[in-house]
Nanobody, 123 residues
Framework: VQLQASGGGLVQAGGSLRLSCTAS????????VGWFRQAPGQEREFVAT????????NYAETVKGRFTVSRDRAKNTVYLQMNSLKTEDTAVYYC?????????????????WGQGTLVTVSS
């Protein structure tokens, strides 16, 4: 499975971006999908996750209320809508396919990882 995250870019604080994660090679419609990010000089951290049918979502406290994860199973694509962006949201964002139908907050719960997309939030 190949995952490709896209949609990153440069945005001013307070702005919005929508990231997309598209899977190829096989469907991930039955897997949870997570978003993680890694800021310069920091460890990669959990951002959000969505279950196989979109009914179960979970967010890091730092993004709760600002970010929304969703999926379109027919398109084999997961989205991360990011609103009210802050400078501390600057990072490379990665999507990952879970080993099961639900995902989780731990990186060890994920089997498939895509190339990241850079999000830069300016003040």
């Amino acid at each position: 499975v190949q995952l490709q995250a896209s949609g990153g870019g440069l945005v001013q604080a307070g702005g919005s971006l929508r990231l997309s994660c598209t899977a190829s090679g096989r469907t991930l419609s039955n897997n949870g999908v997570g978003w993680f990010r890694q800021a310069p000089g920091q460890e990669r951290e959990f951002v959000a996750t969505i279950g196989w049918n979109g009914a179960n979502t979970n967010y890091a406290e730092t993004v709760k209320g600002r970010f929304t994860v969703s999926r379109d199973r027919a398109k084999n694509t997961v989205y991360l809508q990011m609103n009210s962006l802050k400078t501390e949201d600057t990072a490379v964002y990665y999507c990952a396919g879970a080993r099961d139908s639900f995902g989780g907050t731990s990186q060890s719960s994920y089997r498939y990882w895509g190339q990241g997309t850079l999000v830069t939030v300016s003040s």
